[in-house]
């Protein structure tokens, strides 16, 4: 099957003024033509974190990215996510919000 997404040992670190908090540590995910994945889990586990760095929002601190096979960092045109809270224009919905930028 044809991975579209590959997420190999993901780990993220912040600083602060108590010192380091580990977000997430090696994570690893695949996902493949066609599938539909979720990630759920409780409020401040890392999930949009998780998103952030595989859109090249944030940076990680360790481990890899790839989408379709090829290796990337930073911001990539190929991936991008739209937050649960559509605040573009919040009274249209996400869909609606999307075509402003991609036209119908």
Do not use: H
């Not at 997420?7 to 993220?12: A, E, F, L, P, R």
């Not at 595989?54 to 940076?59: C, D, F, T």
């Amino acid at each position: 099957m044809e991975k579209i997404l590959q997420i190999k040992n993901i780990s993220k670190k912040y600083q602060s003024k108590e010192g380091e908090i580990l977000a997430i540590q090696n994570v690893n995910l695949t996902v493949n033509k066609g599938e539909f994945v979720s990630i759920i889990g409780p409020s401040g586990c890392g999930k949009s974190t998780l998103l952030s760095i595989i859109a090249g929002l944030e940076e990680k601190t360790s481990g890899e990215i790839y989408i379709e096979g090829e290796k990337v960092s930073g911001i990539s045109s190929k991936i991008g996510y739209m937050l649960q809270r559509d605040c573009l224009l919040e009274w249209r919905t996400i869909l609606s919000n999307i075509m402003l930028r991609f036209g119908n």
